[in-house]
């Protein structure tokens, strides 16, 4: 699982070991991969790679930083940042971001295509406000709001999509900085959720395309009829 966020913080006791950590640069001249030597600048990825731990405690964590200090970063950071994940064949990234600038949409959406192709299952979080926003509309992409269960395990399908899932992210319980935790709410953490079981799920049908995994969720929500987690 890739964490396309603001890095993630190593040793964390809620998330254990990340198998490698990187940070695109931009300057310039140009945009650049880099070994990450930061870490996370405001805690978000770090609450996001706890919470796939805690879901799929077996799974490769891998950070990817493309945002700073403040939540803020790029277009051009964030575009670099999912192509790089894509070329490397991670088989999730979970992605509890997204941006509203219409200049990125077209290339965004031919990333998001590029990697249901390539069997990357790209895990988006949908904008805590009521304004259009990207990755999370593509039909490409998993879509992930929050509900209010404290069950980490139960998750739903929106009959009334575009935001297909909701997942618990309130008051939710989540690593942060400093070997700590902190207890938060949004879509940002419902989403990761969502990335956890579907790491589970590939870890027993690791040769099932997006279109399949996104079947087996509809058909094991805790809505569905018969559904199970």
Excluded at 64 to 92: C, D, H, K, S
Excluded at 135 to 142: E, K, Q, T, Y
Excluded at 209 to 215: C, D, R
């Amino acid at each position: 699982v890739c964490v396309l966020d603001s890095g993630v913080e190593r040793d964390h006791p809620l998330v254990g070991p990340v198998a490698r950590s990187v940070a695109v640069i931009r300057d310039e001249e140009e945009t650049r991969v880099v070994e990450d030597e930061e870490g996370d600048l405001c805690g978000h990825g770090t609450a996001c790679a706890g919470i796939i731990r805690s879901l799929a405690p077996d799974c490769e964590l891998t950070s990817v930083r493309v945002l700073g200090a403040g939540y803020t970063g790029g277009g051009e950071v964030m575009l670099a940042g999912l192509a790089w994940a894509i070329e490397q064949g991670f088989q999730i990234v979970n992605m509890s971001l997204s941006t509203t600038r219409k200049q990125y949409v077209d290339r965004l959406h031919e990333l998001a295509d590029r990697a249901y192709f390539r069997r990357t299952i790209l895990v988006a979080s949908a904008h805590n406000m009521p304004v259009e926003s990207f990755p999370w509309r593509f039909a490409s992409v998993i879509s992930v709001g929050s509900h209010e269960d404290a069950d980490p395990a139960a998750f739903y399908y929106n009959p009334e999509p575009p935001v297909e899932f909701f997942a618990r992210g309130l008051n939710v319980e989540v690593a942060w900085l400093g070997g700590s935790s902190l207890r938060c709410t949004g879509n940002s953490f419902a989403t990761p959720h969502v990335a956890g079981i579907c790491a589970l799920v590939l870890g027993k049908h690791p040769d099932l395309t997006p279109f399949q995994l996104k079947s087996v969720l509809h058909e094991t929500a805790t809505n569905a009829e018969g559904g199970t987690t």
